[in-house]
């Protein structure tokens, strides 16, 4: 059998997560995958955590499989970190394409190298896994990115045209064998001497869509569904009835949110003490000018927002309804509240779209885009 499969990837429209389930279906597609090879331009230690639990949780012979990582250092875009990571596996070795040469040039290539593949084989080499394509080893490129790919399956029983087929690109995959012999090994002098080569550059792992999940230290909520949430237009939450901090006789601004939504409104996962501070937004309610509040985490262990003030910068009562946030700009976003024919539009789209959620004492929130 031989199948293939065209990956589009695009998270301004919607389309994310794509090349990471396309690796992660291709990883799982028979159990008999023992070699791995990947070559990538790129690397994070974001994106190398984030790869190796999909296919750790993919591959039934993860732990044992033998792991080549051949990686690019050109103008220092590889991390340090990722580099280390992926040493450190079981059965894991990790080379440097033209890495003694770039180390004696200031990390500036005479030949870019800039491939993105990843190699699945069998023991016997009848099962055969192979997808190339656009995106770097990172949270942007495997998750929000502008991405293509193509991946490409073969198992047994093969007709004699696809087994032809796959000897052809085995044979045009031996480029491998000279690349990795020739590709400098990794150890702590040469990681060394690469960090102290490395200029201030830009991650690609800084783009604001994958910033929020990109920390390397403890996070209140995952990758999954964390880059869903940081990246959906719109956030409906069910509110019952606000505490009333604006006076006993007045309806409540403070609305609390399940730990980590703090991602939707463009901040950090990173693990917080309570009465942290995250920042402003920008609030709009409809029919109203904008507003700064802040939001918090707070002593209950939830995410805090301080809505517009009732009766005078947004509707008279926030209490038993449904708010609905749309991202109209970083940090900015409009307000309204569903009627009840919306509100049952908004959890259909966030259904299809798998981001329907409760807290704890049972109110209900989605995301969609």
Known sequence: MYRVD???QDGLVGYRSCIA?????????????????????????????????HLESSMPRWARAR???????????????AIALLGDLRNSEVRLANGRA????????????????????SKDSASFGL?????NLTLSGLHTGSEHASAHLWLP?????????????KDRLRWWDGAWAAATRTDGVIIREYVKLRSDVLPED???????????????????PGLAWANARCLWVETHQLYKNLGKNRPGNQLDLKRGTRVYFGFSAEVVPPKSIFGNLSLQFVGHPKVERSARFGNNSMDKINLPIPGQEGPSSYDNSVILFERTGPRRFRMRLGNRSERRAWRVRSEEQGLVFE?????????FS
Not at 163 to 168: H, K, M, Q
């Open 206 to 224: 800084d783009a604001e869509s994958v910033r929020p999940l990109a920390s390397r230290g403890e996070r209140e909520i995952d990758v999954h």
């Open 67 to 81: 792991k080549q990582w051949l990686l690019s250092i050109d103008f220092g875009r590889t991390e340090p970190d």
């Open 102 to 121: 770039l180390l004696g040039r200031k990390l500036v290539p005479e030949c870019c190298f800039h491939p993105k593949t990843y190699v699945f084989e």
């Open 6 to 8: 065209l990956i589009i």
């Open 157 to 169: 029983e093969l007709t004699a045209e696809e087994n032809a087929e796959l000897v052809r690109v």
């Open 131 to 135: 997808l190339v394509g656009s995106a």
């Open 359 to 367: 807290m704890a004492g049972g109110r209900a929130f989605g995301f």
């Open 21 to 53: 389930e396309g690796i992660e279906r291709l990883a799982a597609a028979t159990a008999d995958f023992v070699n791995i090879r990947v070559a990538m331009a790129y690397a994070s230690g974001s994106g190398c955590r984030d790869l190796c639990q």
